[in-house]
């Protein structure tokens, strides 16, 4: 492959943050004065119409922001009825592949982006946080980055396959992908490329759990991004569940090993209902991402959108939920029979006590 003179694509930070339990996206579509889009994402590659968002996020354009002392972005904010937000920040870039490789390097271990991206945030949601349900004191974060390269063309006006970009730069994009400025090891590199996807011989999609590779023109590696940012919601959903359900087990576990009175075992039951609670409450979450986008099991996207939450985490945290959730469900019962017995203990008490008092003013009367 001819070097070319210069590289050419964007720069995306996707800083996520959980928010809230719920957004009301039609009372912020009030407020911004933004309507529903038709259909969205909008698949480049084959798909049904009904596969797309059941209830788009909503889009706030933030503008041109200045960001590091001297980069220019695109900002905007978008909303997930979920309860996540977010900041996206975008920048073109025409450049060589070692300074592609170093701006890469240099957002991904950015510690600015994060505060920078939350002052946006909380700027617009005084405006709009009347459309937030139950919103967090405190927010847990995500933020992944994606690089799209625009489609090489050699000297005869052929453009670059995706085969002979991985065979040539294959070292480059795994150290975008790790965000790495050194070269990584043979081994990395054949790790990393490992999880890369392609649909027609000059595109590909090279994922990581921290950042993706995207060679294709921008208005198709649009819906893929789109994607990439959903399985990141995804992951802090399941994220904030893990944290909670750990502080939960917890504290149950220290109330079990206490020595319960009879009045503690009738606090059970009322314990019992708040971890179960909570199980509904995750149960329904599950429901409302699993159903957010719809897929079918065979296209392309779903293909992508699997290996994407396998790559990012989204898989592993959901199989620590559920596990957690298991325990919870064995708790849960532990803590109704035992309050049961408790309530069990208690009626058959009362019972033995009206005897003794209905013996007792039995003989009263006889005497």
């Given at each position: 492959m001819q070097q070319p003179s210069e590289?050419?694509?964007t720069f995306r930070g996707l800083l996520l943050f959980d928010v809230a339990e719920s957004i009301d996206l039609g009372a912020l579509h009030r407020i911004l004065g933004t309507h529903p889009s038709r259909r969205e994402p909008a698949f480049r590659h084959p798909a049904p119409e009904y596969v797309r968002f059941e209830?788009?996020?909503v889009v706030e354009q933030v503008g041109t922001r200045q960001v590091r002392s001297s980069e220019q972005v695109e900002i905007r904010i978008r909303y997930f009825e979920y309860g996540v937000a977010s900041v996206e920040m975008q920048m073109?870039?025409?450049t060589s592949w070692n300074e592609l490789t170093?701006?890469?390097s240099r957002w991904i271990a950015s510690s600015e982006l994060e505060g920078f991206a939350m002052s946006l945030l909380r700027e617009s949601l005084a405006r709009t946080g009347s459309t937030l349900g139950k919103p967090y004191r405190e927010w847990i974060s995500e933020d992944y980055y994606v690089v799209q390269l625009d489609p090489i063309r050699t000297g005869d006006g052929s453009v670059v396959t995706a085969e002979q970009l991985v065979r040539e730069r294959g070292g480059e994009i795994a150290q975008i992908v790790r965000g790495e400025e050194a070269p990584l090891s043979p081994t990395e590199c054949r790790e990393v490329l490992q999880s890369t996807m392609s649909y027609y011989p000059t595109d590909l999609l090279v994922l990581g759990w921290v950042g993706a590779?995207?060679?294709?023109?921008?208005?198709a590696a649009a819906p893929t991004i789109d994607l990439l940012e959903y399985a990141n919601t995804q992951l802090l959903e399941f994220r904030y569940y893990d944290d909670v359900l750990t502080d939960v087990l917890a504290d149950v576990y220290k109330r079990l090993e206490k020595r319960h009175t009879m009045w503690g075992r009738w606090k059970l039951a009322r314990e019992a209902e708040s971890l179960n609670t909570i199980r509904l409450d995750y149960q329904e979450l599950v429901e409302r991402t699993d159903t957010a986008i719809k897929f079918l099991s065979d296209m392309f996207y779903a293909r992508m959108y699997r290996l994407a939450a396998a790559r990012i985490g989204v898989s592993d945290y959901r199989n620590l939920v559920t596990d957690k959730l298991t325990t919870a469900r064995d708790l849960y019962d532990s803590m109704i029979n035992e309050f049961h017995q408790g309530r069990a203990f208690f009626l058959e008490l009362s019972v033995v006590v009206?005897?003794?008092i209905e013996i007792a003013f039995l003989f009263i009367r006889k005497n």
């Open positions: 590289l050419t694509g209830r788009p996020p073109s870039f025409r170093s701006l890469a590779f995207i060679y294709d023109i921008r208005e009206i005897l003794l």
